[in-house]
């Protein structure tokens, strides 16, 4: 299957998308045979240098995130995590010999094709346009290209949505919305802008709407949820650096050395650090309190406790 791959792409010149289609017409399995061959998937075998006999380790790291992506976006903007895997250098990979699947003439002739495509891929739009890599799908998400179809007389261009390529994934389109004329949806965002931008009430209005809701968002909670996850993060690294001391990939000190490290990283986590958050507790009941904060009674409840909040200007009663 491999050599198959290959072949088609360096002597046949097929796209790796029909190699993509070429291997599921032909019902050749993949590696799990639950799922059908991707184009992701193909162009990984062709930039994998373990078909010709050398496997690499330490192609990627971990990087912080350099943009943004939709999905996160459609997340409201808040990453799960603030990094993301590079490639590195192809000098720093670590090689390891493994029996060759194809020449190295025929990998060369890969790696030349897929980088002439890279330097072409730019510029294979010719004609640009006005809502170009801006359209997303209200209904599946997926973003708009553009495509063409022409007709007796004049050549037609439409914006169509990524799910309702059937052809894409294994059970069919995901999405019904059909294509939308360029012409027609171009021309009714530029009369909308050109109505905002006459009225400079409508930009002034828009701003103060989003004030309005920056004001009225929570920032304790925004920590909160930061502080949460940054604490899960922090316990996941130690659960690895234990396994790894246990397996004796590390020595006794470095652990130590190393936990340290995590314990000040979770001290600001602690509630008792924020002080600000005791107005929040105002609404909990003494009986959720930790039972090493002083108060007057034994049982709860019996009395009420009063105490200041270090950025309150005034105490607060709480029962």
Known sequence: MVRLVFETYTQQGLSINA????????????????????????????????YQGKACYG???????????RPIRQRKGWPSRNSASHERPRQDWIEVPVTPLVS??????????????????PRRTIERTLLQGMLVCQQCGYALYRCSTRTSK???????????????RLHGPVCT???????????????????????????QAEIERRQQVARNADPLRRREEELHREQTRLQNSTERLLTAYQEGLVTLPQ??????????????????????RWRRWTKLSICSWPKAW??????????????????????????
């Open 177 to 203: 919305n059909r294509p939308v004329r360029q012409d027609y949806l171009d021309q009714f965002v530029w009369n909308e802008i050109i109505r905002l931008l006459e009225d400079p009430t409508l930009v």
């Open 154 to 168: 004049h050549l037609l261009h439409y914006y169509r949505c990524l799910g309702s390529d059937g052809y894409r």
């Open 59 to 69: 192609k990627t790291e971990l990087r912080p995130r350099q943009r943004i992506t």
């Open 255 to 276: 652990l130590a050395s190393v936990c340290r490290i995590c314990a000040n990283r979770r001290r600001p986590s602690s509630l008792n650090s924020n002080p600000c």
């Open 104 to 121: 190295e003439e025929v990998f060369a002739l890969a790696q030349q094709q897929l980088a002439k495509n890279k330097h072409h891929a």
């Open 294 to 319: 002083p108060h007057s009674a034994g049982s709860c409840g019996d009395a009420p406790i009063r105490w200041t909040c270090a950025s309150a200007s005034k105490s607060l009663d709480s029962w």
């Open 19 to 50: 190699i993509a289609r070429l291997l599921n017409e032909r019902q050749i399995p993949t590696r799990t045979a639950k799922t059908r061959w991707e184009r992701s998937t193909v162009w990984g075998i062709l930039r994998n240098p373990a």
